[in-house]
């Protein structure tokens, strides 16, 4: 699906908008087309009432703004043993095969699916993120002939790591997606 599609757009926004949508599209076809084609025309709302189910869905089940805001709060005063720990679980929910690694710049070696990837996440909690540490990702990257390198950070990263990053291919993880990586596995207990 194309990424600014109607559909797209509509998976995007608040459910009810795509039932607004459908209601809509119903009392137009039945107020505009006769009694007997009415019914038919009416079924070209079907596909709004099922994006609406699909993003009433997947609003229901996502956590909340506060809670959000509380998992990073948690993770922010975690130790690394802790957090570590964490993540491997939240990891190993969604399906991959976690190891840890004690290679400069990658902390854990994840397996699924045929592919792997490496992550640095000792420094999630580090005020300032330069392009250093992503480099050294990159050549854990390289030694572990993983398909995808994972930089974990809870603060942004600086304008030069983050087009370094970009460049070079490495996913950034922020604290907004750590939490909703956290939430997912505590939902799954």
């Given at each position: 699906m194309a990424e600014n599609s109607l559909f797209a757009v509509l998976m995007r926004s608040r459910w009810w908008i795509s039932f607004a949508i459908c209601a809509a599209v119903v009392a137009a076809s039945l107020a505009i087309f006769p009694?007997?084609?009415?019914?038919?025309?009416a079924l070209g709302a079907?596909?709004?009432?099922?994006?609406?189910?699909?993003?009433?869905?997947r609003q229901m089940s996502a956590?909340?703004?506060?809670?959000?805001?509380?998992?990073?709060?948690?993770?922010?005063?975690?130790?690394?043993?802790?957090?570590?720990?964490?993540?491997?679980?939240a990891w190993q929910a969604e399906g991959y095969d976690v190891q840890r690694l004690n290679l400069p710049g990658a902390d854990l070696l994840l397996t699924r699916n045929g592919q792997t990837s490496v992550v640095s996440a000792r420094r999630w909690k580090a005020a300032t993120h330069g392009v250093e540490p992503l480099r050294e990702?990159?050549?854990?990257?390289?030694?572990?002939?993983a398909d995808l390198a994972i930089y974990v950070a809870l603060q942004p990263l600086?304008?030069?790591?983050?087009?370094?990053?970009?460049?070079?291919?490495?996913?950034?993880?922020?604290?907004?997606?750590?939490?909703t990586l956290i939430a997912k596995s505590r939902k799954k207990r």
């Open positions: 009694k007997n084609i009415s019914p038919f025309a079907f596909p709004f009432f099922v994006v609406g189910c699909i993003a009433f869905y956590p909340s703004p506060a809670q959000m805001e509380e998992i990073q709060q948690v993770i922010a005063a975690q130790s690394w043993a802790d957090f570590s720990a964490q993540l491997q679980t990702l990159q050549a854990a990257q390289a030694k572990q002939q600086g304008d030069n790591a983050s087009s370094w990053a970009a460049q070079n291919q490495v996913v950034v993880l922020n604290g907004q997606s750590m939490a």
